[in-house]
């Protein structure tokens, strides 16, 4: 990711990870990408598991300083009063992966998440090319489901805990 903002990439707009990995030097990639917290980096991120290291990234996400960095998808629904289904790994695949992709990941897309997925980082790549902000998918404060948008309020609002916000701190 630094490679793109040291490489003579001066309109670049920010970053939108798929359910990232940290490994050695993602935070300073991180910090690289988002210039100092003037540029967003945005991620959409599935329910904890081995495949994403159990959501590692978030700890460099909440250094970057900023109020919102995202949503991760968790559940889709209850079976027996265990939350189950909903988001994986491999979910930004959607209909496009393979058994190799879904052994690897150990859980296949949700056609809801990935759904879902679609709707947040579309709308955000599109925000980051115009330099438009859609209210509706983004959240004021992490700490304050009340400065969610209504397309936000979806998915971290229902009955069922269908999404988070990432935390920043």
Same mark, same amino acid.
């Given at each position: 990711?630094?490679?793109?903002?040291?490489?003579?990439?001066?309109?670049?707009?920010?970053?939108?990870?798929?359910?990232?990995?940290?490994?050695?030097?993602?935070?300073?990639?991180?910090?690289?990408?988002?210039?100092?917290?003037?540029?967003?980096?945005?991620?959409?991120?599935?329910?904890?598991?081995?495949?994403?290291?159990?959501?590692?990234?978030?700890?460099? %996400?909440?250094? %970057?300083?900023?109020?919102?960095?995202?949503?991760? %998808?968790?559940?889709?629904?209850?079976?027996?009063?265990?939350?189950?289904?909903?988001?994986?790994?491999?979910?930004?695949?959607?209909?496009?992966?393979?058994?190799?992709?879904?052994?690897?990941?150990?859980?296949?897309?949700?056609?809801?998440?990935?759904?879902?997925?679609?709707?947040?980082?579309?709308?955000?790549?599109?925000?980051?090319?115009?330099?438009?902000?859609?209210?509706?998918?983004?959240?004021?404060?992490?700490?304050?489901?009340?400065?969610?948008?209504?397309?936000?309020?979806?998915?971290?609002?229902?009955?069922?805990?269908?999404?988070?916000?990432?935390?920043?701190?």
């Amino acid at each position: 990711m630094w490679r793109l903002a040291g490489n003579g990439y001066p309109n670049l707009k920010g970053a939108i990870l798929f359910d990232g990995v940290a490994s050695s030097g993602f935070t300073g990639n991180l910090l690289a990408i988002s210039a100092g917290a003037t540029r967003p980096v945005l991620q959409i991120a599935a329910r904890p598991s081995v495949a994403n290291l159990f959501n590692n990234s978030f700890d460099a %996400l909440a250094s %970057l300083g900023s109020d919102f960095v995202g949503i991760q %998808l968790v559940w889709t629904k209850y079976t027996l009063g265990v939350p189950s289904g909903g988001s994986c790994h491999i979910d930004a695949e959607g209909e496009n992966t393979d058994a190799i992709g879904v052994l690897g990941a150990a859980c296949s897309p949700n056609a809801t998440q990935v759904s879902r997925l679609r709707d947040f980082t579309s709308t955000w790549a599109r925000d980051l090319a115009t330099g438009s902000y859609t209210a509706s998918h983004y959240c004021g404060d992490s700490d304050d489901l009340s400065t969610c948008g209504s397309r936000a309020n979806v998915v971290l609002g229902g009955s069922l805990p269908y999404a988070a916000v990432i935390p920043n701190s």
